[in-house]
Antibody
Framework: QVQLQESGPGLVKPSQTLSLTCTVSGGSISSPGYYWTWIRQRPGKGLEWVGYINYSGTTYSNPSLKSRVRISVDTSKNQVSLKLGSVTAADTAVYFC????????????WGQGTLVTVSS | QSALTQPPSASGSPGQSVTISCTGTSSDVSGYNYVSWYQQHPGKAPKLMIYEVTKRPSGVPDRFSGSKSGNTASLTVSGLQAEDEADYYCSSYAGSNNFVVFGGGTKLTVL
């Protein structure tokens, strides 16, 4: 079972860019058939899919966030990165990274999540 | 507003069974056999409990089962135990426009 660990600033100012990194250990990020996905959870709310990417860089994002989201992969470091631009208080959330089966549409390995607060 | 509709709460006594519903549309739940269910305890990451509508990952007790009929998927927890008290989320593949959608979550209380 792979392990995933999110990292990045816990506080971002409004209108700036949120940047997070997910480091994968115990397995290769280049495994065929898998996507590395970002999911967020606003305080007290449900889960929201942000987007995902595979090892070759094929990426898809939530249509509601698409214009602000950039997801990238660094196979040499076994890392996936998320950038969310022009943030507002509504982007305050716990951000999880997870391993997603592209063939069967489920996430069976999750990071612990990291809280990002958008505030001046 | 979540793409999939779940009841906000459900409850049952130890040993009883409880079923949580998840209603979608032909673009997600009924369009694909890719419904999954996640359990989330407070402050923790979600844990996969069911995938492909009915399949259980290794290590998940067989007290947890999934099904689907039309636009509605269901998670049944039999023989409720105290540790089953958690939030439960359904998710479905939603095609090449929306890809992944979640329900709003159901808080399961073991009385």
């Amino acid at each position: 079972q792979v392990q995933l660990q999110e990292s990045g600033p816990g506080l971002v100012k409004p209108s700036q860019t949120l940047s997070l990194t997910c480091t994968v250990s115990g397995g290769s990020i280049s495994s065929p058939g898998y996507y590395w996905t970002w999911i967020r959870q606003r305080p007290g709310k449900g889960l929201e899919w942000v987007g995902y990417i595979n090892y070759s860089g094929t990426t898809y994002s939530n249509p509601s966030l698409k214009s602000r989201v950039r997801i990238s992969v660094d196979t040499s470091k076994n890392q996936v990165s998320l950038k969310l631009g022009s943030v507002t208080a509504a982007d305050t959330a716990v951000y999880f990274c997870a391993k997603y089966s592209g063939d069967y549409a489920y996430s069976d390995s999750w990071g612990q999540g990291t809280l990002v607060t958008v505030s001046s | 507003q979540s793409a999939l509709t779940q009841p906000p709460s459900a409850s049952g006594s130890p040993g009883q069974s409880v079923t949580i519903s998840c209603t979608g549309t032909s673009s997600d739940v009924s369009g694909y056999n890719y419904v999954s269910w996640y359990q989330q305890h407070p402050g923790k990451a979600p844990k996969l409990m069911i995938y492909e509508v009915t399949k259980r990952p290794s290590g998940v007790p067989d007290r947890f089962s999934g099904s689907k009929s039309g636009n509605t998927a269901s998670l049944t927890v039999s023989g409720l135990q105290a540790e089953d008290e958690a939030d439960y989320y359904c998710s479905s593949y939603a095609g090449s426009n929306n890809f992944v959608v979640f329900g709003g979550g159901t808080k399961l209380t073991v009385l």
